[in-house]
């Protein structure tokens, strides 16, 4: 017998055995803090934060749910992010009703997804999700901080394995390499590591952003920052630098720390400021890259953002890779949101990792 059932903490051991008997490195953590401590849980528009479908008492397929803000100019709606998607091997026949379940609109203005896995996108594009993002989101833009350590990766996909003082030698001669990509400040603003999201400078960004902002842009209040970036702030898996401009917040970038076996890099999860200002950005961006050499990652990655921006990003991350797929999928409910996404998608300040849980996991 086939059960749907909402995502709970009495599923929470089921949902993480299937979640990671799959091949994902989705933790427990995780599913408990992004979905069942989403703080937009209590304000009644819905009380999802996933849908499990169980057969014959075994969860055989998850998919999770976030709740977010969205503002359309200084209008404020709600978004429906989805998020971890797992499915056990032989139990294709329940992907209509897990979907289905999860797709059906309770209040919110648009149902959206940030994935890297061209499975996944199948699966939504099937679901009705057949608007995608734009450009930028099929492309990854990085920076190569340790050309040897990529040149060993290179070679050891090939079963090839380089001496350590080869790899060190050529990371020497990156490092002068690099110096061609030097690049200086834009801005008089002054760069500061942000080591915990502090209530009031972070509250006043916000309603200053929102008070000029012309599109679409996914909410960063302090509450928010907190419930994705807190914990990982204080372990270090994420990294703040701000930008301030007469002790006042204009700007800021957070990194999320990537590691495995073989490689450790950089990735921004979010990266905004006032204005949507370009050269404030900039700097934030070199600011990435500075920190992000001080550690032993060989590079730093950013996916996403609007296509105005990328001028400045590929003056800061000049080299390019194609993605395995358009990372960004959605369904609109909401007229004006729609409007906005497809008719003035650079207005806003959508696109990016924050826009999807692809900011923390």
Not at 65 to 88: D, F, H, M, N, P
Not at 93 to 107: E, K, N, S, Y
Not at 283 to 310: N, S
Request: proline share 4%.
């Amino acid at each position: 017998m086939i059960q749907t059932r909402t995502f709970s903490v009495e599923s929470l051991s089921d949902v993480t055995c299937l979640v990671q008997n799959s091949g994902l490195s989705t933790t427990a953590d995780y599913l408990r803090s992004h979905l069942l401590m989403n703080p937009y849980l209590s304000e009644g528009t819905s009380s999802v934060s996933g849908i499990a479908i169980y057969e014959d008492e075994k969860c055989v397929a998850f998919q999770g749910v976030a709740l977010k803000r969205i503002y359309v100019g200084q209008t404020q709606k709600s978004g429906c992010e989805l998020t971890v998607l797992a499915i056990e091997k032989g139990h294709a026949h329940v992907i209509g009703d897990l979907i289905t379940a999860v797709m059906r609109p309770q209040g919110q203005a648009v149902c959206y997804a940030n994935t890297c896995m061209p499975q996944t996108v199948r699966l939504l594009k099937v679901a009705g999700m057949k608007y995608a993002g734009p450009p930028s989101c099929e492309m990854i833009r990085f920076y190569i901080l340790k050309w040897g350590v990529l040149q060993g990766l290179l070679f050891a996909k090939r079963g090839i394995k380089l001496p350590s003082l080869l790899i060190s030698s050529v990371n020497g001669l990156g490092r002068m390499l690099n110096v061609l990509f030097y690049r200086g400040d834009r801005t008089k603003t002054v760069s500061e590591r942000v080591p915990r999201i502090d209530d009031a400078p972070f509250k006043r960004f916000w309603h200053e952003y929102v008070a000029g902002n012309a599109g679409v842009v996914t909410s960063r209040s302090p509450e928010e920052l907190q419930w994705l970036f807190g914990e990982g702030l204080a372990t270090g898996r994420f990294v703040m630098i701000a930008r301030k401009r007469d002790e006042r917040l204009v700007g800021y970038v957070i990194l999320k720390q990537h590691a495995s076996e073989s490689e450790f890099r950089w990735m921004v999860a979010d990266w905004i400021a006032l204005d949507n200002d370009p050269d404030v950005l900039h700097d934030l961006l070199l600011d990435a890259r500075r920190f992000a050499a001080t550690t032993e990652a060989f590079c730093l990655e950013l996916t996403g953002f609007p296509m105005v921006i990328q001028p400045t990003v590929k003056a800061c991350l000049p080299f390019a890779r194609k993605a395995l797929c358009n990372t960004f999928l959605y369904k609109p409910y909401d007229d004006s949101l729609k409007e906005a996404l497809q008719q003035t998608p650079d207005k806003g300040w959508f696109w990016g990792p924050m826009d999807g849980d692809r900011c923390v996991n």
